[in-house]
């Protein structure tokens, strides 16, 4: 891994909440983000399924290629909502030396 590529979640994420206030018709963000949550979590969804299917198939390009649709995808979901992606990074920082403990809910 790159220096470059060790930040690129803090490159795309600003990105992708700008293109909520882009043009439709000129970027494929801006589409999802005015097709709203549903079309964006259909996208998701569909990744993962994508991301499985490889998997299952020992594929590493694949595997490779498919997760990163289904990160961009949820990082684009994350914008939708107005969640920093931090937060997420932030609950996996507190899940270190948590093993076996299970969470209730």
């Known amino acids: 891994m790159t220096p470059a590529s060790s930040d690129i979640l803090a490159r795309l994420y ?3 909440v700008a293109r909520r206030q882009a043009d439709p018709a ?3 963000v ?3 983000h005015a ?3 549903d ?3 259909e996208k998701v969804g569909e990744e993962a399924v994508e991301t499985l299917l490889a998997a299952k198939n020992g594929q590493p390009e694949a595997i490779i290629h498919e997760t ?3 990160w961009f995808h949820t990082l684009v979901m994350l914008a939708h ?3 920093p ?3 997420v990074l932030e609950e996996l920082e507190q899940r270190f030396g948590k093993s076996g403990q299970k969470k209730s809910g």
Do not use: C, W
Request: proline share 4%; aromatic share 8%.
């Open 81 to 83: 909502l107005e969640i």
């Open 26 to 28: 000129t970027s494929y």
């Open 30 to 32: 801006a589409g999802l």
């Open 39 to 41: 079309k964006i979590l």
């Open 35 to 37: 097709g709203g949550l």
């Open 14 to 16: 600003p990105i992708l």
């Open 68 to 70: 990163a649709d289904l």
């Open 85 to 87: 992606f931090q937060a």
